[in-house]
Every structure is written in C-alpha cells, then in structure tokens.
Nanobody, 120 residues
Framework: QVQLVESGGGLVQAGGSLRLSCAAS??????MGWFRQAPGQEREFVAG????????YYGDSVKGRFTISRDAAKNTVNLQMNSLKPEDTAVYYC???????????????WGQGTQVTVSS
C-alpha cells in the first residue's frame, strides 16, 4: 500500500519546461509510472522507472523530451518535461505497481493528478 501525491503542474508556453514530482508515503520498492489523460482520450503511458531506478521507459510521443528519475532518499519520482507541445496538455498521474506495465489498468495505486497546460 502506498499513498501518492503529484505536484508541479501548471501553464507553460510551447517549447517550455515543467518538472513534475510524485511523493510516495509507503514502500519505495514499486515500479513507478507516469500517465496522462486529456479530455475524451484514453489514459496514456508517459514514462516508467524500475524500483532501483536502473531502468527507464518512455512512451513514443515523449521520447527525447521527457526524463523520469527516482530519488530514493526522498521517496519521490520526478518527470522533467522539456520542449513541451500543446499536444502534451493533459492531467498527469503518478502510479505504482509491482511489475513493468504500460497499461494503466495494471496499476493499483494512483495519485490525484496534476494539470499540465501547454499554450501555443
């Protein structure tokens, strides 16, 4: 059981950057993922990181622009988002599971979400 809280969302112009953070209050040994969901769209896998932090994974739409990282001492997972595009506008969610998954229904633990809006 873990409690997850996202922060760092906001409004940014295209080409700008934001850094999201996910704070976990329970175990730190979970695989952590970031997902996003725009209105009327299916929840999309953005990035994931192994419990050790040694393996990272990215959705095709964000490869080369976003970086996921883990700070074990703080029990947090971060998502650095660079070169943002209007298509990145969505609610971003942090999630935890016991294995690698890109399908959102495989994640039992979720944060409340944080809004990211990228203007043209």
């Amino acid at each position: 059981q873990v409690q997850l809280v996202e922060s760092g969302g906001g409004l940014v112009q295209a080409g700008g950057s934001l850094r999201l953070s996910c704070a976990a209050s329970g175990r730190s040994s979970y695989f952590m993922g970031w997902f996003r969901q725009a209105p009327g769209q299916e929840r999309e896998f953005v990035a994931g990181i192994s419990a050790s932090g040694g393996n990272t994974y990215y959705g095709d739409s964000v490869k080369g622009r976003f970086t996921i990282s883990r700070d074990a001492a703080k029990n947090t997972v971060n998502l650095q988002m660079n070169s943002l595009k209007p298509e990145d506008t969505a609610v971003y969610y942090c999630a935890a599971t016991t294995g690698y998954h890109t399908y959102y229904l495989s994640y039992p633990y979720w944060g409340q979400g944080t809004q990211v809006t990228v203007s043209s």
